[in-house]
């Protein structure tokens, strides 16, 4: 099993609908867990942290299963800049120190 | 926002050279990193640097990779013989502490052509 696995998409969605993203860890200990979005060719940036508890930004929220070992990202009514690769990211080590990434999933947002 | 910077954001070299990429991180940031992204592949880490030396580094950071902060703002990349599988984009990053969830800013990077 992969240390982080998505499914690399490209999803292609219409405005306004809503879209859901899963990720695998395969280490049970893993610490921390985030969500970041990358544009073309450009630097990673971080969408939002992924909490025990689950939490919300806005139009996007992120849940954590341990049990399961899956963390996902709900994107509501999504706008056409919402089109980019969303990583997920995962810490084993603690303190950010070698953060494991997944290859990412392509969202294409379109009219 | 505070930004990490990092020059130049394309460098063309020849396979053999050396080549240095540099970094400016965020100033009152004590963590810092070295990732990099071979296209279409994903993000890898190379190398975190605290307190003046290497915390800890990835098996792709072999002998041929070197990490320096010459002076108190400049976090350096040298790769001293570059090969074609180098060519890539190499992100510099920081943050103040190493807490967990703490957000870790990214430079824009440097694409790493090598010919």
Known sequence: RKEVEQDPGPFNVPEGATVAFNCTYSNSASQSFFWYRQDCRKEPKLLMSVYSSGNEDGRFTAQLNRASQYISLLIRDSKLSDSATYLCVVDNAGNNRKLIWGLGTSLAVNP | ?115
């Open chain 2, 1 to 115: 926002e505070p930004e990490v910077t990092q020059t130049p954001s394309h460098q063309v070299t020849q396979m053999g050279q050396e080549v240095i990429l540099r970094c400016v991180p965020i100033s009152n940031h004590l963590y810092f990193y070295w990732y990099r992204q071979i296209l279409g592949q994903k993000v890898e880490f190379l190398v975190s640097f605290y307190n003046n030396e290497i915390s800890e580094k990835s098996e792709i950071f072999d002998d041929q990779f070197s990490v320096e902060r010459p002076d108190g703002s400049n976090f350096t990349l040298k790769i001293r013989s570059t090969k074609l599988e180098d060519s890539a984009m190499y992100f510099c990053a920081s943050r103040v502490v190493g807490a967990t969830n703490e957000k870790l800013f990214f430079g824009s990077g440097t694409q790493l052509s090598v010919l």
